[in-house]
């Protein structure tokens, strides 16, 4: 290593290495070191004296352990350990792979500190976890209940209610006559209307049961719908097809065809409740499956099962994260990195949600999953919301659920937690009214036969299932765009710098069509943003959609969009096609050039340039919401270039408790825009603490910070009063006679900012 001391960057990925000198050591100013994809099997002890290195990836290679030294790196914020099997570190505590995405879009940050105590503690300390989740899924009335009560207490009753939502039952079993095993049995209601919830429940990891009969003769059709569903969010988790009632509707499936098309099938197995029949079979393969389980023995640190144990043995539907952490600080675990860790795991098994990344929702650790679920359902199922077409009034909570088990100080956390299942919005002008997509009127309005799409610039996505909520989620994501209120439950008409587009979801073709109406250069850029939140959906599918191109003049001839990306890399500049009346010839780089904008050619380019995309912080106060939803449709365009990547949807409630906390987003922030009104500067948190920080690392070099005027204010005499402000002349947004035209030139600001931060890295 002789020469190399004052080396900071490091890159030996994929290189097939078997094994590093100790004097990787001497590399002293080394603060970022790349070995992932290679074939170690251990790591030298002398990486303990890099003490600047605050970047170590070591993915996806052979490793059997970890040097005690690495936890002597006290600088070290960024360690990927994932694809290391031998470690026995579940995903839980590993957090996100580099540029990886959990749920719903967020990074599941795990730091170093958690990691390696986790692992230091486990190896030390443990016992098998010996715990799982067994998820039953079908449509209503499959007897997906009898099947658990059957199963469990060996009991059938013929009137048994229909499930309201989800309900989860422990299952306590003994394997291999030695192991004593618990089984958390989440039993999923079947109404279509709790199908676009159901997804943010089905995990990974799990093994499924899925519940089938024949009363409506279209089995093989529902099997598909689910097991697609299953395979989107259960990624690799083993199912059992239960034919289910069998003696009143016998039925079958095309077993092979299914088997070929998803090989995570393990067993088709009939069963009926009332007579008992195949519920031996059906239990033990159960356990079988159970017993494979990859997880279900990952170790567990004695002190975490001991507080495990007593949050389930609690009789309280939540309590605070205060009081959760004053438990973990009785029984034994009084590190706050291994508390949040603890609470990541139990949340993915489902013994107590928490949202400890989102300050709306951190307050409440969730005891009883149920309760959630029973609260959610209620209202998606009330009354009164189908006579308001889903228009929800904060109100309208006291009037649905118990007041004992949802008293109006949790109200609050239900609504952020729907907005965060991005399941409703809340409406512009009135922070108490919300609306729900999933039950909107499900009739187009006539103004979408205002678009022809012969004058349109087109775009398709087709789907092996579509998914329920995919359109109602997209609303959502884009309801700042939304023209005049036309909306319905499968489309929605956009404005966007004064183009229109239309986008209808077709379940019965499984596909959603965009057309963009509006002046040929700019439609693109609304394309860019459609398509942008389409994908930031896509990404929490297995699957992936087809996208298509609908040729110029012909839409209803379309080409593949990969195909046209790799027509592309071959150089192939035209070919023909058939139009049903005879050939035309299209030029490939006119069709891409179309539906693309500069620099975003694929968005597999942005998703490839994630990791190197600048970290962008919002700093703003809750008030000016709005606001920030409407720059951040804008910033969509570059977070899509793979410019920057925004930490994602933060609301800033002065005087919270957690508010001294200073949050790591910032701290790791290249680019940091303070969105400056008069509510912002009278924040204690907005301006108090993370203003003081940001200007503390503008200072530094570490970040460049961006007032952005939002409102009028007097802010002349602020910290930032010097920096170069947007818009230009800082005028304030609202000022701007042309809103389109304001967040167009803060877009191109930072943009510059961007372009300009990401050269000096590049040297």
């Not at 952020?416 to 729900?436: A, G, P, T, W």
């Not at 809750?622 to 570059?638: F, G, S």
């Not at 500067?681 to 007032?707: F, K, N, Q, W």
Request: aromatic share 8%; hydrophobic share 40%.
């Amino acid at each position: 290593m002789s020469g190399l001391e004052q080396l900071i960057h490091l890159n030996i990925s994929q290189n097939n290495i078997n094994s590093l000198t100790q004097n990787l050591g001497c590399l002293k100013n080394l603060r970022q070191l790349d070995i992932a994809d290679n074939n170690l099997s251990e790591i030298p002890e002398k990486i303990g004296k890099i003490k600047t290195l605050f970047k170590l990836d070591l993915s996806r290679n052979q490793l059997k352990a970890l040097p005690n030294e690495l936890a002597e790196i006290r600088a070290l914020s960024e360690l990927y350990l994932h694809g290391n099997e031998k470690l026995n570190l579940p995903v839980e505590i590993l957090g996100s792979a580099e540029g990886e995405e959990g749920p719903l879009y967020e990074e599941r940050n795990s730091t170093p500190q958690s990691i390696l105590d986790y692992y230091f503690r486990a190896l030390a300390n443990s016992q098998p976890l010996n715990e799982a989740k067994l998820i039953l899924v079908g449509f209503g009335a499959a007897g997906k209940t009898s099947l658990v009560n059957r199963l469990i207490y060996e009991s059938f009753d013929p009137k048994s209610a229909k499930t309201e939502g989800i309900q989860i039952t422990p299952w306590e079993m003994c394997l291999n006559d030695s192991e004593d095993i618990k089984l958390h049995v989440w039993d999923f209601g079947g109404q279509e209307i709790m199908h676009s919830t159901h997804q943010f429940f089905l995990t990974e990891r799990s093994l499924y049961v899925l519940v089938l009969n024949g009363r409506q003769g279209h089995e093989d059709a529902d099997a598909e719908y689910w097991l697609e569903l299953i395979q989107s969010f259960g990624g690799d988790s083993p199912v059992l097809v239960v034919l289910n009632k069998i003696k009143e509707h016998p039925f079958d499936v095309n077993r092979g065809a299914l088997q070929q098309k998803f090989p995570n099938i393990r067993e088709f197995i009939a069963t009926d409740c009332e007579t008992g029949q195949g519920i031996d079979l059906l239990r033990a393969a159960i356990e079988r499956e159970t017993d494979a389980l990859e997880h279900l023995r990952d170790p567990f640190p004695a002190s975490w099962v001991a507080i495990k144990n007593r949050l389930s043995e609690m009789a309280d539907n939540y309590i605070s994260f205060e009081q959760y952490r004053a438990i973990c600080q009785t029984d034994g675990e009084a590190d706050y990195g291994a508390q949040d860790s603890l609470a990541v795991h139990l949340h993915s098994l489902g013994i107590a949600l928490n949202y400890k990344d989102d300050p709306r929702l951190r307050d409440t650790h969730v005891l009883n999953p149920h309760w959630v679920t029973n609260g959610i359902y209620t209202l998606l199922n009330a009354y009164e919301l189908a006579d308001t077409k889903g228009e929800l009034e904060a109100a309208c909570l006291a009037r649905n659920l118990d007041v004992h088990n949802y008293p109006a100080e949790r109200h609050g956390f239900l609504l952020e937690l729907m907005r965060k299942f991005e399941l409703c919005f809340r409406f512009q002008d009135d922070e108490h009214r919300y609306l729900i997509p999933d039950l909107l009127d499900k009739q187009q309005p006539p103004a979408a036969a205002e678009f022809d799409p012969a004058d349109c610039l087109n775009f398709r996505y087709e789907y092996p299932i579509l998914p329920e909520g995919l359109l109602p989620r997209f609303i959502v994501r884009t309801h700042v765009l939304i023209e005049h209120q036309l909306r319905w439950r499968t489309g929605v008409i956009l404005t966007f710098e004064g183009n229109r587009a239309l986008v209808k979801a077709d379940p019965q073709d499984r596909c959603v069509s965009i057309s963009v109406d509006g002046l040929g250069a700019s439609r693109r850029r609304l394309l860019a943003v459609i398509r942008s939140d389409f994908e930031r959906i896509h990404r929490s599918f297995k699957f992936t959609p087809k996208e298509l191109v609908p040729v110029p003049g012909h839409p209803s001839v379309t080409v593949d969009y990969k195909e046209l990306l790799v027509r592309e890399e071959h150089r192939q500049t035209s070919f023909d096609v058939f139009t049903g009346e005879g050939l035309i010839s299209l030029n490939v780089r006119d069709l891409l050039n179309g539906v693309d904008l500069e620099g975003t050619r694929h968005p597999t380019v942005a998703m490839d340039r994630h990791s190197q995309a600048l970290r962008l912080f919002y700093s703003y106060s809750h008030k000016d919401e709005t606001l920030r939803d409407e720059l951040e449709t804008h910033l969509k365009l570059l977070q899509r270039q793979g410019l920057i990547q925004p930490w994602h949807d933060r609301r800033i409630l002065p005087g919270d408790d957690w508010a001294n906390d200073i949050d790591d987003n910032l701290n790791r922030a290249d680019i940091i825009l303070l969105l400056v009104s008069s509510d912002f500067i009278a924040s204690d948190y907005c301006y108090d603490l993370e203003m003081t920080r940001a200007m503390e690392r503008h200072a530094a070099g570490e970040a460049r910070v961006i007032p952005i005027i939002l409102r009028p204010t007097d802010w002349k005499n602020t910290p930032f009063s010097k920096l170069q402000s947007l818009p230009k002349n800082a005028e304030a947004v609202t000022q701007w006679s042309d809103r389109d035209a304001a967040w167009l030139n803060v877009e191109t600001g930072i943009k510059r900012v961007a372009e300009l931060l990401k050269g000096d890295k590049r040297l």
